[in-house]
């Protein structure tokens, strides 16, 4: 990226609602201002942490633009791990990419400190900005307006009201509404409950899943449904490490009944997400245990040190803010291949009877709606 020194561009926006949707003012005009930055030749300056500064580095990409993207430098990591997950992620020309990593006091790129050094440096590089979607009185229309001056042009061809919409995903669940003939079909087996995700899922990269997003129109793509039928397309539930002890990744199970399991799906307002919601994947308890899956056992901190090595990843802190006890949580250690299960073993469970359609392609055994049909 050498020659002549390009005129270095900001898209800019405030933080937007976690589960953005393709016809959203502020995606469809982020793609036009970087379109017409780069028909300019400007070179981008894009980052991570938030859909509203990663949706930028996606048609940065897209686009073929030059960027220089700032990302946090955590402590400990190596600098080329960060930037080879980031070019995987974004599917990243690397002669057309320059980094920039900034100090922070707390690792991670959801840190605040990142987030707060990063706004006032980004601002303080750049010669061109282009305001799409921004908070009045924020924190980046107060830092923009503070860094105007001879040298920073703003661009307001493609400026739009922000919305604070949240756009919540919660379900109420209404235990009257379930199927009363539902219990006896699980009484010998687990589950695994799905939710919406508020990125991209397991096994894929932020571009595939900015890339659906834009492609979207009036709906969000990784709904909870969404996520049933792309594990059922796949064949595989994927691990998580998601509240396991580090190195432990894992698909959990439950063995409560689903007029059972409805009781402690709840919205989570600190993460604006549901804990699970009515969308399953039940496998006959006894083969899942030739899977490999084995029953939680659940305890104090302090009794793990005294577990053997094979037992550990199946140990749970009974917890003193939560209380883990009431899921009857099984747990396999890695990924659940579900090419292995014959139909008659396993059973997907969908919220209501006309979402069993949109999943048959995908799962030819028994599919079973949470509510009864109306009239039932």
């Known amino acids: 990226m050498g020659g002549i020194p390009k005129k270095k561009a900001l898209i800019l926006n405030s933080r937007q609602s976690a589960r953005p949707m393709g016809n959203d003012q502020w995606i469809i005009n982020a793609g036009l201002a970087i379109k017409d930055a780069v028909s300019q030749g400007y070179l981008l300056l894009t980052s991570v942490g938030m859909n509203s500064w990663e949706i930028p580095l996606y048609f940065a990409s897209k686009f073929g633009a030059g960027q220089i993207i700032y990302l946090p430098a955590e402590r400990g990591a190596e600098h080329d791990r960060i930037i080879r997950f980031c070019t995987e992620q974004f599917h990243l020309n690397e002669s057309l990419v320059e980094w920039r990593f900034i100090e922070t006091d707390t690792a991670g790129q959801n840190s605040n400190n990142f987030q707060t050094k990063r706004d006032s440096i ?34 307001d061809d493609f400026k739009v009201k922000y919305e604070t919409a949240r756009r919540p995903c919660k379900i109420k669940i209404d235990p009257i509404g379930i199927d009363r003939n539902i219990e006896e079909l699980f009484d010998n087996y687990i589950i695994h409950w799905t939710k919406t995700r508020n990125t ?17 129109t009036d709906r969000y793509t990784r709904s909870g449904y969404d996520t049933l039928k792309r594990i059922l397309n796949e064949k595989r539930l994927r691990g998580s490490s998601k509240r396991y002890r580090k190195g432990i990744s894992a698909v959990a199970f439950s063995a ?5 399991a409805v009781g402690l799906m709840k919205w989570r307002a600190r993460y604006q997400e ?3 919601e009515p969308y399953g994947i039940a496998i006959e308890k006894s083969f899942a245990e030739k899977l490999g899956v084995k ?5 104090n901190a302090e ?26 949580e099984y747990r396999h250690i890695g990924d659940v291949d579900l090419s292995l299960i014959p139909h008659d073993k396993m059973r997907v469970i969908v919220w209501k009877k006309e979402e069993i359609s949109g999943v048959r392609d995908a799962f030819e055994g028994e599919i079973v709606p949470l509510y009864a049909p109306i009239g039932q």
């Open 122 to 155: 980004i601002l303080h590089d750049a010669e061109v900005v282009f305001p799409i979607s921004l908070r009045t009185g924020g924190n980046l229309d107060l830092l923009m307006a503070e860094s105007q001056g001879e040298q920073l042009r703003i661009v």
């Open 303 to 328: 009794m793990y040190q005294y577990l053997e090595e094979d037992n550990r990843p199946y140990f749970q802190n009974i917890g003193t803010k939560g209380f883990w006890l009431p899921e009857k």
């Open 256 to 260: 409560l009944k689903p007029s059972e």
């Open 295 to 299: 029953k939680v056992f659940y305890g």
């Open 274 to 276: 549901m804990t699970f």
């Open 200 to 216: 991209a899922w397991p096994g894929e990269t932020l571009y595939i899943y900015y890339n659906d997003i834009v492609r979207s």
